[in-house]
């Protein structure tokens, strides 16, 4: 079973330019994450989408950041402008489970972004 | 008070050894709970689940103490490959909240 894919795997950019990640989930996986991850600390989740609709976004800083899941299946997230405090690794991760449940989420490789 | 907390670490420790993680929740609704396991420079992957009357895999004990909101995570017999950061995760709502981990080295 493939797992879940994101791309491009690394990324520098300059402040104030524009960034955007991809993320391909587990076939068949209703819920899809993006997470932020900073060195020393542990994934936060930025969104959370059930199928195509978002089930938690109150932790994603909207003046700057934006995703979408068209389809219920790929999603991007994009951060425009980006700040030096962005750089991290965004994490994609999948499970099966519809909202209300926890099963095991699978993540992907990540992409890290360094913002100069 | 952080909604999961963890003491960063390392916890270096011999090879053979046995060493033990804790992990306190701030939120009693909590309703889930989990160890994922990350490498350096890799993604978290589950370790395990735990559960109210513990539970055991192997050389990986956890239990879960609802009373005081804490999560313990037991590791006998340390082996070399066990060096990572296990991350502690308690899930309520929609939401589950990682803990910015442990790091364990395991040393010959």
């Known amino acids: 079973e493939a797992g879940v894919a994101q791309s491009p795997r690394y990324k520098i950019i300059e402040k104030r330019q524009s960034v955007a990640f991809w993320c391909n989930p587990i076939s068949g996986h209703a819920t899809l994450y993006w997470y932020q991850q900073i060195l020393g600390q542990g994934p936060k989740l930025l969104i959370q989408f059930q199928n195509n609709g978002v089930v938690d976004d109150s932790q994603l800083p909207k003046d700057r950041f934006s995703a979408e899941r068209l389809k219920g299946v790929d999603s991007t997230l994009k951060i425009q402008p980006a700040k030096l405090e962005d750089s991290a690794v965004y994490l994609c991760?999948?499970?099966?489970?519809?909202?209300?449940?926890?099963?095991?989420?699978?993540f992907g490789p990540g992409t890290r972004l360094t913002v100069l | 008070r952080k909604e999961v907390e963890q003491d960063p670490g390392p916890f270096n420790v011999p090879e053979g050894a046995t060493v033990a993680f804790n992990c306190t929740y701030s939120n009693s609704a909590s309703q889930s709970f989990f160890w994922y396991r990350q490498d350096c420079r890799k993604e978290p992957k589950l370790l395990m689940s735990v559960y109210s009357s513990g539970n055991e895999d192997g050389r990986f004990t956890a239990q879960l103490n609802r009373a005081s909101q804490y999560i313990s995570l037991l590791i006998r017999d340390s082996k070399l490959s066990d060096s990572a950061t296990y991350l502690c995760v308690v899930g309520g709502g929609n939401k589950l909240t990682f803990g910015t981990g442990t790091q364990l080295k395991v040393e010959l």
């Open positions: 991760a999948s499970s099966p489970t519809l909202a209300g449940g926890f099963d095991e989420q699978f």
